[in-house]
């Protein structure tokens, strides 16, 4: 069982940063993928990256660029930096884990999932 804890969600101003934090427990998040999520009102949860255990990576068409994802097996913690945020961008952030293989930009390979943060960024 893993649980997973997101934060470091907040309002912004387009244009800022942001780092998001997603600590999990369990002892084999060293060897689970591990994602970002995101959803806004109304529409459907959107892939937002991913990073596997050896810290290799792979982002969403909207986001390459812009978000960085990163891990800290020793902590038990995953991060997204966030740069250059806009409006569009306003959703609420999930974490999401798996030990599986699949197509890590669907929702459905996930096994856990966190809370979610919220990010707001002003226009």
């Known amino acids: 069982q893993v649980q997973l804890v997101e934060s470091g969600g907040g309002l912004v101003q387009a244009g800022d940063s942001l780092r998001l934090s997603c600590a999990a427990s369990?002892?084999?998040?060293?060897?689970?993928?591990m994602a970002w999520f995101r959803q806004a009102p109304g529409k459907e949860r959107e892939f937002v990256g991913y990073?596997?255990?050896?810290?290799?990576?792979g982002y969403a068409d909207s986001v390459n660029g812009r978000f960085t994802i990163s891990r800290d097996n020793a902590k038990n913690t995953m991060y997204l930096q966030m740069k250059s945020l806009k409006h569009e961008d306003t959703a609420l952030y999930y974490c999401?884990?798996?030990?599986?293989?699949?197509?890590?930009?669907?929702?459905?390979?996930?096994?856990?999932w966190g809370q979610g943060t919220q990010v707001t960024v002003s226009s």
């Open positions: 999401a884990a798996t030990p599986s293989g699949g197509t890590y930009s669907s929702p459905r390979v996930y096994f856990y």
């Open positions: 369990g002892r084999a998040f060293s060897t689970y993928v």
């Open positions: 990073i596997y255990w050896s810290g290799s990576t």
